[in-house]
């Protein structure tokens, strides 16, 4: 996949060759100072990171040298006497979860964006566009609340983003502060201010489209959030997501009538979604990236508009050139590159300025994560595949801990918040290992509920995902072949059976206590410990760990389907 053509290759060498006797944009520049020292880990360390930083112009000689062939703005494009005749093309990836991989393996951030440089050189007319989710969900997003990204992604030379679920789970405020720190701009057609039918983060910069001059062709580009995203991260009571097809069709029109030739969507929904957009709106050229980590090596084709899926996290970037003859979009083609094997073959080298970005961030975690807290005599399951449909042992453990720690009869924690995909093996457990598998700034919340309550609250986990309910002190049966309502069929609490009538506590995270997930039953709960007086999840699990010295967790029967 990497270079599909031999001639590609050879460009992308002679690319490569000429940026290093040439270009100046790996070298490094004034950028923004980095954070202070990373304090001790902790309540205050992973849940208040984010810090004052000028809004600069800087940008690298790259993005000045972009800057001279393709030009932006938010106003309606000059009109030509002639209809566009020309080649843009859009280099884009899917998302990177504010990771920046492993910077000694071959696909990593530094890497990526020397790639995404070397392959929007080789076009006279490129964009470099990102697709959502880019500021977290990482251990290094908690510690420094997705800046770690924004300072890489302005250094790489990134152009576009749009907003992602994930971008939000550390607050709307804490956005709105990397959207000024972002020399690219942010683009939405639906993540609004709910007062004012805005998009989010206008006063920041952000901006429901631009207009981009490449050559003679005019580009439109937008873009879109997924419509859960306020059921599922933290957006704030003043932002909305009204809906796909009614605000994008709107911001397509708007575009056309500023003179868009080309319009193009970064997208952060779901492929299926993606699809059912281009059937239901006409006039989108293309529409890149994904909510989830879809590949294709070709794109579709839906209702004129072309969708490319590449996958997430540094594995491959999408080179997809769009043909404009007479005003009119002709031709596409699209070229996925490998980012391991263009490193493996040579043509690929870490960007220094990057690299240089990672490692200071990197190195102001190590200390303080990379220390032993205890050992598993176990392999731990922190597979999205097991803790968002099935009991897990590890999600047992840190149910545990939570009830615990709150003194509760029951503890609940979501499957979507206990994050990292691994299934670790029996040996050594870090802190860094705790952090990353979960980073939310999340604290722990103790409600009472009715039994009632709690039985709703079951058959809302039953139907799986990330609001699949890890538990402890109780046990569940449920059918999922029956209709939602009449799942759960046997509930015991501490082995005696569930009381429909009676209170209990229930010690769970900020995010389900406040009704994320959609598990509204639980807002107006009353409040044994609240947010602001509970211990960040995180922690409670380390301080277990420590205790506990060695941990065996298992699966133990706690949540049975018939």
């Known amino acids: 996949m990497y270079a599909v053509s031999r001639s590609n290759k050879e460009d992308l060498e002679a690319a490569s060759a000429d940026r290093s006797e040439n270009d100046t944009t790996n070298t490094p520049v004034d950028r923004r100072k980095f954070l202070s020292a990373t304090a001790a880990l902790g309540v205050a360390g992973i849940a208040g990171c984010a810090s004052s930083s000028d809004n600069g112009t800087e940008q690298t000689d790259e993005a000045s040298t972009d800057a001279e062939e393709t030009t932006t703005s ?36 530094a890497t990526y964006f020397d790639l995404m440089n070397q392959i929007a050189d080789n076009n006279d007319h490129s964009i470099k566009v990102g697709s959502g989710d880019d500021l977290a969900t990482s251990i290094l997003s908690a510690q420094f609340d997705g800046k770690h990204i924004v300072d890489a992604f302005n250094e790489g030379g990134l152009e576009f983003d749009t907003f992602g679920n994930h971008d939000f789970d550390r607050g709307p405020d804490v956005l709105r502060d990397r959207i000024s720190d ?7 057609a639906n993540a609004r201010n709910a007062q004012t039918g805005d998009v989010f983060g206008a006063e920041q910069g952000a901006s429901q489209y631009e207009l981009v001059s490449a050559g003679d062709v005019t580009v439109g580009l937008t873009g879109i959030i997924n419509v859960e ?11 909305e997501v009204p809906g796909l097809e009614a605000p994008v069709e709107e911001v397509v029109t708007e575009m056309r009538d500023d003179g868009a030739d080309l319009v193009v969507v970064l997208s952060h929904v779901a492929s299926p979604a993606a699809v059912e957009l281009a059937e239901s709106v006409d006039g989108i050229d293309a529409i890149v990236g994904d909510h989830a980590a879809t590949f294709s090596e070709e794109p579709q084709v839906v209702n004129d508009t072309v969708l490319s899926f590449v996958d997430d996290e540094y594995d491959y970037l999408g080179e997809l050139t769009l043909t404009v003859e007479d005003g009119e979009r002709t031709d596409h083609s699209l070229t996925v590159y490998d980012t391991a094997a263009a490193v493996d073959e040579g043509r690929v080298e870490p960007h220094p300025g990057v690299l240089e970005i990672a490692e200071n961030y990197e190195s102001k975690l190590s200390d303080e994560l990379d220390v032993v807290i205890g050992e598993t005599t176990v392999p731990l399951d922190a597979r999205e595949d097991t803790v968002r449909s099935e009991e897990s042992n590890f999600g047992n453990y840190i149910a545990d801990a939570l009830r615990s720690h709150g003194n509760a009869d029951v503890a609940i924690q979501n499957g979507g918040g206990i994050r990292t995909d691994e299934l670790y093996p029996e040996g050594d457990i870090t802190r860094r290992m705790v952090y990353s598998v979960l980073p939310f700034g999340n604290n722990q919340v103790t409600i009472e509920v009715t039994g009632e309550t709690l039985v709703e609250a079951l058959e809302l986990s039953s139907t799986g995902g990330g609001g699949f309910l890890q538990v402890s002190g109780m046990r569940y049966t449920y059918d999922p072949d029956k209709s939602k309502g009449d799942r759960v069929t046997e509930v015991t609490v501490g082995g005696e059976p569930l009381d429909t009538e009676a209170t209990y506590t229930v010690a769970t995270n900020g995010f389900t206590a406040t009704g994320g997930d959609s598990y509204t039953m639980f807002q107006d709960a009353p409040r044994i410990i609240d947010a602001n007086e509970g211990e960040l999840l995180s922690v409670i699990v380390e301080d277990a760990i420590e205790e506990d010295g060695t941990i065996s967790p298992s699966v133990e029967g706690r949540i049975k389907t018939e």
């Open 74 to 109: 938010s106003g309606t494009a000059e009109s030509t006497s002639e209809p566009a005749t020309g080649e843009v093309t859009l280099v884009h990836d899917t998302h990177v979860h504010g990771s920046y991989g492993d910077l000694e393996e071959a696909a990593n951030i």
């Open 182 to 188: 972002s020399d690219f701009q942010w683009v939405s």
């Open 229 to 239: 995203a306020p059921t599922i991260t933290t957006m704030g009571e003043t932002t």
